[in-house]
């Protein structure tokens, strides 16, 4: 194997070249430590309050493509073929300041300032990608970005106003597209990556097939896809994540297929990537996922890594099992396929063998007639950490229930069906009675836990209360059961 000893990626303008990065390093203290672009803030130190928010762009399909995400935790040995552009970057000739800057100064966004570059950043990405935003569109871009102070009217108004005072098309960023495609692509050799800094190594697969290689022969390495999750193991918890085995860059693992029976996701595709695909077979799913987390994280976190991660407050598990997805488990050349339900064995255990890794996600087609819903509980509405999640997956038939999958998570060790309360829906007349009996059922299936999020007695009333809401909303009724987006 022809390996490369160190990480090459744009930053801003320059080409950057390290021979050296440990597997704890983020690009964070990169940029504020080392090259001193202390324009990108450091608030939280776990990608929730976009201070440190900054673009990256990579090819995607040999199209270039930028996001916003979190520097706090992006590890810097993952940047190998990006393009990071700061604040700094944005300024234009003799340092007028961008349309979007001004727009902040004009509608009075920033008091104390400290997130301000953070919004700027997340501002900046929407006014390329949509120069004209919907207040919905708004809201959305700047959910993980936090601000105490100022309010967030200024900066809505500042977003509305930005275009007026320049086009995306003239943007430096934009007139550069080609040229930077060009410099990436030629970033591009094929090669395994392996860098290392005091003992703490990284390593960058050529390929799946090379990840499958890598893994054989360091079964025991930490596999780090958009480290969100592992991110905070690293700042929150110093933890020796070393060696780690970084996948975000492969392609292969980022693909997605929608054929004539299933929606095919490489495990390495991030909530972004796949939103549209999942949101057009299941509607209902296009609120939901648009409540994970902020948009920066929804940019970096993967599909693969939040089943893989086996938390039991997951927000895509309970989804998955609802609508009977399978994953595609592969160790050397071997792949075994089982349903999402069955791979949570415990709290902190999970099916994956010593070097075995997720591969791909499939999940059926909708099928004729199928009542769908998903619910996120969680103490603020935006870029919150689920108290309790539930999948709604039921078809009713000349008024009766043919069939239920209903699955949550917050609610025990791991991500489970209801088993018992699906009994109580199946074959039974479609009616409030049966709902409410089959909510009833619940007890027998869950025993919550009581923890800061919240209480075990609160975890199973919503979830009770979440069956009542579900029936509801399939009803045409004027009760107003949620919120307008």
């Given amino acids: 194997m022809d390996i490369r000893a160190n990480i090459r990626f744009l930053l801003n303008g ?5 021979d050296q990065a440990a597997a704890t390093d983020t690009l964070l203290d990169f940029l504020r430590i080392e090259r001193r672009l202390t324009g990108t ?18 090819l995607d399909g040999g199209q270039l493509r930028y996001e916003p995400v979190n520097a706090c935790i992006r590890l810097l040995a993952s940047l190998d073929g990006c393009h990071i552009v700061t604040v700094e970057h944005l300024s234009g000739p003799e340092g007028r ?7 902040m100064v004009d509608h009075h966004g920033s008091q104390c300032g400290f997130c301000t570059p953070g919004f700027v950043m997340s501002l900046y990405a929407l006014w390329m990608e949509s120069p004209d935003p919907t207040d919905t569109e708004i809201e959305t871009a700047i959910q993980g970005n936090l601000c105490r102070c100022t309010g967030y009217e200024p900066i809505i108004r ?34 395994r990556v392996e860098i290392s800094k005091d003992g703490s190594r990284c390593i960058l697969p050529a390929s799946v097939d090379d990840l499958a290689d890598v893994l054989s022969e360091t079964p025991d390495a930490t596999i780090v896809a958009g480290a969100t999750d592992v991110g905070l193991w690293v700042t929150k918890f110093l933890r020796d994540i070393s060696p780690a085995v970084l ?6 693992l980022r693909r997605l297929e929608v054929t004539d029976t299933a929606i095919e996701i490489g495990a390495g595709a991030s909530y ?34 939040n089943i893989a991660n086996g938390s039991p407050i997951g927000d895509t598990p309970p989804v998955l099992i609802a609508l009977g997805a399978t994953i595609t488990l592969r160790r050397g050349g071997k792949r075994r ?10 709290y902190g255990e999970q099916d994956r063998r010593p070097g075995e890794f ?31 999640c539930a999948a709604f997956n039921v078809t009713v038939d000349d008024g009766k229930v043919a069939a239920a999958r209903i699955a949550l998570g917050g609610m025990a060790a791991t991500p489970k069906r209801a088993h018992h309360a699906e009994a109580a829906l199946v074959g039974r007349p479609w009616s409030l009675e049966t709902v409410t009996a089959a909510a009833d059922r619940l007890g027998d299936d869950f025993t919550p836990l009581t923890d800061w999020r919240a209480s075990a007695d609160y975890r199973l009333r919503v979830s009770q209360n979440l069956f009542r809401r579900f029936w509801l909303e399939q009803q045409d009724s004027q009760t107003p059961v949620r919120l307008s987006a």
């Fill in 272 to 305: 972004t990537d796949s939103r549209a695909a999942m949101a057009a077979d299941y509607p209902h799913l296009a609120e939901f996922w648009d409540r994970i987390a902020g948009w920066q994280i929804r940019n970096m976190g993967t599909i693969g890594g």
């Fill in 14 to 18: 320059n080409t950057v070249r390290l």
């Fill in 247 to 252: 996948v975000g860059h492969l392609e292969e």
């Fill in 41 to 58: 803030k450091e608030g939280c130190a776990e990608g929730d309050c976009g201070a440190c928010t900054v673009l990256a762009g990579r």
């Fill in 158 to 191: 500042a977003a509305r106003a930005a275009t007026r005072l320049g086009s995306p098309a003239l943007d430096a960023l934009n007139r550069e597209r080609q040229s930077i495609a060009e410099r990436l692509a030629a970033l591009r050799d094929g090669r």
């Fill in 337 to 346: 396929t089982l349903p999402v339900e069955d791979f949570f064995i415990d």
């Fill in 358 to 388: 997720l591969e791909s996600v499939t999940v059926p087609r909708p099928a004729g007639g199928a009542l769908h819903a998903a619910y996120k509980i969680s103490k603020r509405r935006d870029e919150d950490i689920s108290s309790v």
């Fill in 97 to 103: 300041l961008h349309p979007v800057q001004q727009a």
